[in-house]
């Protein structure tokens, strides 16, 4: 069965988002198109180059993410160093480790760029925060005057998964045709976590249909939820500060803020009070966090099917004009 697929970022957390891929698999459904933010855009990169959820489990296991928290010795320096980094680079570290991570992740499926791809096999959301707008990639690319084709897959991810203040914001400069008569700090545009913006963006595939039947093709959003339970945030000083508001802003999004009418449609996966930032990931922790998508994307799909998912989206279409219709202002006699 055809789904288009929509993964929510968190972190770390996204290790569950893995496990909800292994039931949907189980169940037979075939990702047509797969969208992601942050960590959910590593999980939707990696199933559009073709990785099956078994793959990424074992990529998973042996991934020490540990090592993605990568940056030069000097700014190891206590208090001043990461201090001074941030300052200087905008972020405690650098966030290449991750890109050349997936880089060498998508080269073994013979991914490089979205040319590589079928076109719109796969949409990244991305913060831009010089201009305050949300980014789809690689389309939205060619705001730069880059061709959306050309872009890396690798850069796209990093820029969804770079956590403001956690890792460098990725810059980019505008063509010469654009930049020109520009003053030279104006020619750059920073780019930090898709989150920040959007983290579940469900609208991406609404209202797509199958080209032949025409019949609308069914969207399912993977969704972590569940806070932080006993782990309130010890704030020391400006940097525990930032990591205190980074992570807040990525761990409030859980099921109160799934909209009514999109519950039908979103898998809900605890994450069995993991933090986003929580690199130093031990084994058992990573695996109950996979075991938690899989059970959850499990009980899911095991009443799911078209037909049903059909009636509620019509339920939500009838909701949604009684809204529109209720929302209108009255027309005075």
């Known amino acids: 069965m055809l789904i288009n697929a929509v993964f929510e970022g968190g972190g770390v957390k996204g290790i569950s988002l893995a496990g909800a891929v292994q039931a949907a698999q189980d169940y037979d459904m075939v990702f047509h198109r797969v969208a992601g933010t942050s960590s959910g855009s590593i999980v939707a990169a990696l199933i559009a180059a073709g990785y099956r959820a078994e793959e990424m489990k074992t990529i998973i296991e042996n991934m020490p993410f540990a090592s993605l928290l990568r940056r030069s010795p000097i700014f190891d320096v206590r208090w001043i160093g990461p201090a001074a980094r941030l300052f200087l680079k905008k972020g405690l570290y650098s966030g290449e480790a991750l890109e050349e991570w997936i880089r060498n992740m998508l080269k073994q499926k013979g991914i490089r760029t979205f040319a590589d791809l079928p076109k719109g096999k796969l949409l990244i ?34 820029m969804s998964c770079s956590i403001p203040y956690f890792f460098d914001p990725v810059v980019i400069r505008r063509s010469p045709i654009l930049s020109k008569g520009m003053r030279f700090p104006d020619q750059f545009v920073y780019v930090v976590d898709g989150g920040l913006l959007s983290n579940f963006p469900l609208w991406l595939f609404d209202g797509e249909r199958l080209e032949r039947s025409g019949e609308p093709i069914p969207v399912v959003g993977f969704k972590m939820v569940g806070k932080t339970e006993g782990k309130s945030a010890r704030i020391r000083g400006p940097l525990s500060m930032l ?91």
């Open 125 to 158: 959301t991305a913060s831009d925060i010089t201009n305050g707008t949300i980014l789809v990639l690689p389309d939205d690319i060619g705001r730069f005057g880059i061709d959306p084709s050309k872009l890396e897959v690798a850069k796209a991810v990093r």
């Open 243 to 333: 990591q205190a508001l980074v992570e807040t802003m990525l761990t409030a999004h859980d099921e109160r803020y799934i909209e009514q009418i999109n519950r039908f449609r979103t898998i809900k996966i605890p994450t069995i009070g993991i933090k986003p930032t929580q690199f130093h990931l031990s084994a058992q922790d990573s695996t109950a966090l996979y075991l938690s998508g899989l059970a959850a994307g499990t009980e899911f799909f095991s009443g799911w099917n078209t037909k049903w998912y059909d009636e509620q989206l019509n339920k939500q279409r009838k909701e949604l004009r009684k809204k529109q219709t209720e929302s209108l202002p009255l027309t005075p006699v």
